[in-house]
């Protein structure tokens, strides 16, 4: 079933077109991945779904209705949280407090309750904090709930933004770069993670990443774009040996094993 689809998105910035009939459907309870090199349109495209910009034509439809030209606040209403590329965090904020205020939308209690501190605001907050410490223990972030967000290491503050995102209960999170200075092992487990997402949270996932281990190992699908253009779509196995894949992003194919050279950059 369609969760998300693109119908020949176009976006221009003057002269210069960051997508061009950009077209793909994201079913339910997939992990999607896109990828292409820097510059393709990845981030725009990110855009262009969570409402930051508007697309020149085509539309974007979620859950079966337009949402074409929502502004962020709406698009996130109906079910899509993101993260972004460059960390966006309250570094001075506690890890906990970091997800707590993403739930906003869980508070019952009126401003004059949160004023006086009244029974209700404490139901609130107590079912934030709950609700935090659930989704801290699936980062494995948890026993880092009381330090001070700026002091985690760069991987396990990419871990919180993600879960700060979920605090947000979509139905599709987009995942910008999650595996961004992360190690092997943490990578490693970050995928561990997004199958998480997919399998126990019955999330749907798209995904933009530069660590093709990841890519790879935790997609259902593949889109490749490059110069704002769709390439190639596939499974991981069909992208890895697409030849305008292999030319455009992935590098040359290695002599013994047909598969593509790992390449870092996107």
Do not use: W
């Amino acid at each position: 079933m369609s969760l998300l689809a693109l119908e020949r998105v176009n976006k221009r910035f003057g002269g210069l077109r960051a997508l061009g009939d950009v077209s793909f459907v994201l079913e339910s309870g997939q992990i999607f991945g896109l990828i292409g090199p820097n510059g393709a349109g990845k981030t725009t495209l990110f855009n262009v779904v969570t409402g930051v910009y508007r697309p020149d034509t085509g539309r974007v439809v979620f859950d079966g209705e337009d949402i074409s030209g929502l502004r962020p606040a709406a698009v996130a209403a109906r079910g899509i949280a993101r993260t972004f590329q460059n960390i966006r965090l309250f570094r001075s904020l506690t890890v906990e407090e970091n997800v707590m205020v993403a739930g906003h939308h869980m508070q019952q209690a009126s401003l004059i309750g949160a004023v006086f501190r009244t029974q209700s605001h404490a139901k609130d907050e107590l079912a934030l904090r709950t609700r935090a410490h659930e989704l801290l223990q699936i980062m494995g972030l948890s026993a880092f709930a009381g330090d001070v967000a700026g002091s985690l290491p760069y991987g396990s503050q990419r871990r919180l933004e993600i879960a700060r995102a979920l605090m947000l209960k979509p139905k599709l999170i987009l995942l910008d770069e999650p595996a961004a200075g992360m190690n092997s092992q943490e990578a490693d487990e970050l995928k561990r993670q997004i199958r998480f997402l997919r399998d126990e949270l019955k999330l749907s996932v798209l995904l933009v990443e530069h660590n093709m281990s990841v890519v790879m190992g935790v997609c259902d699908r593949i889109h490749v774009v490059d110069h704002g253009e769709t390439i190639a779509e596939g499974t991981p196995e069909e992208v890895r040996r697409h030849p305008r894949v292999l030319a455009a992003y992935l590098g040359k194919e290695s002599g013994e094993s047909g598969r593509p050279a790992r390449s870092s950059e996107a």
